[in-house]
């Protein structure tokens, strides 16, 4: 579990970068400069880890773009010691920025493989999660209402049980897929049980959030 002055150095010059693209909230940057991204990352390609990408980390899943987790995790304005509903757990990597940004979080992931070896992985380092292998499309109602809920994949649409989790006043950040092959950033602030403000935040790319699979 190797982080060392070189990886740190990386990080700085990662951060430098996610600067320059506009990136501005001080906490998030703080939290990406923390996490070391090279230890959520395949070995063929650690050597790249600190490039503003996305990389294959198995199962047909990506770990995702810095500056994608930078958006999300800004959009999603994380408050110290909130409930975060996470879905599409993955490597873990965005998981560990939320809890270095001081949240309580809870995040699904629908590949076994995956969510076996982000768990092993993130108690490794000290990340203290919630872990559940299952379907994003329905939460995890036990632990709702959540402060916040944010969508790690591409969603074909806003799922209801999600909307229903969501604490009245809570935001949810969720990429929904369009026509084009891409995903708008959305932002659902619930204003009431049935009353939603949403926004959008710009076009990205995201794998496919899909029900039951593996399962």
Known sequence: MLDSFKH??????LVALLKDKGISNSRVLAAIEK?????YMDNSFVSHAYEDKAFPIGADQTISQPYTVAVQSGLLEVQPGESILEIGTGSGYQT????????KVYSIERQRSLYLKTKMLLDKMGYRADLKFGD????????????KIIVTCGAPFVPE???????VGGKMVIPVSQKAGSEKMIVLHKQSEDVFDTSENGDFRFVPMLEKRNL
């Open 8 to 13: 740190q150095g990386l990080r700085k010059r």
């Open 136 to 147: 994003g499309f329905r939460g995890w109602p036990s632990f709702a209402p959540f402060d």
């Open 96 to 103: 560990a920025v939320l809890v270095e940004l001081g949240a």
């Open 161 to 167: 049980d999600l909307k229903k989790q969501l604490k």
């Open 35 to 39: 996490v070391p991204r090279h230890l």
